[in-house]
């Protein structure tokens, strides 16, 4: 059986403010080539999105690409793993793993970053920001 999934059926995508599962891209929309550019990207920034054991943010992902390149480069994968089960059971421990990143990375080439989120429940979630290389 052949399946075909176009990427928008894949990838949700909305307005941040509106909708707690959009990832949100902060970092410098100018930046010189070969200085590091620092990147955060959280979800729920304006509307929380749960952390419980049963509804959560599970990972981010970010990846640059190029804007004269075809493919992208894969920045990172950040997982979070603590949700509040222990041996007691769901929501029973006090260890919530937060849904946010900052890391850095360096280019010499304008192009856009894409980050993606994955909630447990509620899927895939895309954002982008274009940035100017100097
Ligand atoms: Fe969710």
Known sequence: METSIETGELFQKADWKK???VPV???PDTIKAEELCEVKVSIGKEIA???TTEHHIAWISLLFKP????????IGQFLFNAHG???QGPNTSTVY???SIITSFKT???????ASGYCNIHGLWLS???IIVE
């Open 19 to 21: 909708e707690k599962h």
């Open 25 to 27: 891209i902060e970092c």
């Open 49 to 51: 999105h749960p952390n």
């Open 67 to 74: 804007c004269d390149e075809k493919f992208p480069y894969h």
């Open 85 to 87: 089960a222990s041996v």
């Open 97 to 99: 793993t937060n849904h």
């Open 108 to 114: 010499s080439k304008s192009g856009t970053i894409f």
């Open 128 to 130: 982008s920001k274009d």
